[in-house]
Each structure stands twice: as structure tokens, then as C-alpha cells.
């Protein structure tokens, strides 16, 4: 089976709304590890009023996590990366900058994501506002923009702005609709990654190799490395798509 790297989950303790303390966090780990993955990007949320947890002790927690897993035997050959979620606000630029809210394992790629309701012109000027910054930006769980999902000739011109595009992997097993839309976009190849967005250890808790079998068996071998593995290794390398 494909080596996996998840770009997005939350799994860094108490400070968003995923793993609640250490002990959930590891436990998350050890899930990930029995699904194949290998690599992980830490992503915390970052959503202004809502939960805008300070980067410093971000980095504290996340590297107390890694000191930890390091020294777990089951988990001890995986690689873990830092890196946020990030609400899209106008001033997302100069947080970038100014070093406020982190990029994807200290790359020029960005995780962000949108109000479900966002329209195609809003969606279209941050992604090239984004760019222009110098920053790459990839689209967090396309899947729930409802201005993404009627057809996929939008996301088409996400990407052809510069966009990269990520989806859940619990949602190709969800309500039809979504999973229409998903496995279109995979069949035109406008996926470029497939992460758990992991929560927990129940409820969303990190399972993908079911999604990875899927999508070998489906879309190719080849497709579905480029996917889980060389892709995001892209990002952890600081290297272009």
C-alpha cells in the first residue's frame, strides 16, 4: 500500500477543537500508524474570534508531542511536521508575514479554508491575492464550498489561478452528492491531495486506507501515490507540484 502523509489534521493537544490532551493526541498517532500513514502535518485552526491559538505555544505543544512519539516504540519512525488550518480574512497576508500563523511544515504552501457559503469571485481574488503574496494556497475540504460543488469546471479555474486542491478522505464515504463530486474531480485528476482532517479518536477519528484502496483501485496506482505520498512530499521539501 501506498506510504501515507497526512497534511491535515489536528492532532496537537489543546488547542483547537481536536485532540483534547496528550493522551488523545498519541492514541491518534498510533491509529494514523495503523492506516499506513507515515509523515503528518500538525494543522491547528486558526479562525480569528474563534479559536486563534498563539503560534509560540502552538510550536511548544507540537514539539512536546514529538519529543513524545519519538520515544514510543510504535510510532517512533514517524515524521511529524507543523503547520495550521487557516479561516481566510483579508488580513491573512500580513499574519503570514509577520509570522503570526504558520505556513505547511515552514513552506510557501498554505492550508485555508472558507465559509461554506463563499461565492466563485471571493473564492477566485483570494486565491490569486494569495499568489501574488507568494504564497501557495491549497483549498481545505473543497467538498464543502457549496459555490465548488455544483459543477467542477470552478475548481478547474481554482487551479488554473494557482490553487492546489485537498479533500477529506471520510467524505468519499458520505452523503451521494459529495461523493459524486469527489470522484469527479478524481476522475479529471483535480485532487492533489486526500487528508483525514482527524478530530479524535471516535467520531473523526484518523482512517484513510480504506480511501487509499479506493482510490488505487479506481483512479490508478500512479494517480493515487501522487495523491497520498509524492505530493505532500512536495510541501514538506518546499519544492513546486
Not at 512519539?69 to 519512525?77: L, P, W
Not at 484513510?208 to 483501485?217: D, G, L
Request: hydrophobic share 35%; aromatic share 10%.
Amino acid at each position: 500500500m501506498t506510504e501515507v502523509t497526512d497534511i491535515h489534521c489536528h492532532i496537537i493537544p489543546g488547542v483547537d477543537d481536536g485532540a483534547r490532551d496528550m493522551e488523545q493526541s498519541i492514541r491518534m498517532l498510533h491509529i494514523m500508524h495503523d492506516e499506513g500513514i507515515r509523515s503528518v502535518i500538525a494543522t491547528y485552526h486558526y479562525h480569528p474570534m474563534h479559536m486563534e491559538a498563539d503560534a509560540d505555544m502552538v510550536q511548544e505543544r507540537f514539539d512536546r508531542l514529538r519529543c513524545i512519539a519519538a520515544a514510543d516504540d510504535k510510532i517512533a519512525d514517524m515524521k511529524l511536521y507543523s503547520g495550521c488550518e487557516i479561516y481566510y480574512y483579508p488580513s491573512v497576508i500580513q499574519w503570514l508575514d509577520e509570522g503570526r500563523i504558520m505556513t505547511l511544515a515552514g513552506s510557501d504552501y498554505v492550508l485555508l479554508e472558507f465559509s461554506y457559503s463563499a461565492d466563485k469571485r471571493e473564492l477566485i481574488e483570494t486565491v490569486t491575492n494569495v499568489r501574488n503574496a507568494g504564497y501557495i494556497p491549497i483549498m481545505a475540504h473543497v467538498e464543502r464550498y457549496s459555490a465548488l460543488t455544483k459543477d467542477t469546471d470552478t475548481v478547474g479555474e481554482l487551479i488554473e489561478k494557482g490553487a492546489y486542491i485537498q479533500v477529506n478522505a471520510e467524505a468519499l464515504h458520505g452523503k451521494l452528492r459529495t461523493r459524486s463530486f469527489i470522484k469527479k474531480l478524481l476522475k479529471e485528476e483535480k485532487v492533489h491531495f486526500i487528508a483525514s482532517d482527524a478530530h479524535d479518536t471516535s467520531g473523526r477519528a484518523p482512517y484513510i486506507s480504506e480511501t487509499v484502496k479506493y482510490v488505487a483501485k479506481k483512479y490508478g496506482e500512479q494517480y493515487c501515490r501522487r495523491i497520498f505520498s509524492d505530493n505532500p512530499a512536495k510541501i514538506i521539501r518546499g519544492e513546486y507540484l
